[in-house]
């Protein structure tokens, strides 16, 4: 095993938790939290860093860290806020 395959067990063994499931939760969490307030304090457009942390997402389930569930909650969350824009791009009627 790799490093960052084993990161989750580490961090359950330090930390005492019960779980390597809430390890592998909270540095999704952390690392989900930190390239979000850093593209925040760096203003980037809210287009750049959905897609930013989308890929950042998708890359931490690949390795196993994130549920695929949460991949597919971010995109249902999302699509219900923008889901008028969204639609207006597809369709060709931007404002």
Not at 38 to 53: C, D, E, H, K, P
């Amino acid at each position: 095993m790799s490093l960052i395959t084993d990161l989750p067990q580490m961090l359950s063994d330090t930390l005492e938790l019960n779980s390597v499931y809430a390890a592998r939760l909270l540095l999704t969490a952390c690392i989900m939290l930190s390239a979000g307030l850093a593209m925040a304090a760096a203003r980037f457009q809210v287009g750049a860093t959905y897609i930013t942390l989308f890929v950042l997402l998708g890359a931490l389930t690949a390795i196993g860290w994130a549920d695929p569930t949460f991949l597919i909650a971010a995109i249902i969350i999302v699509v219900a806020f923008f889901g008028r824009e969204i639609s207006g791009w597809l369709s060709g009627h931007v404002p």
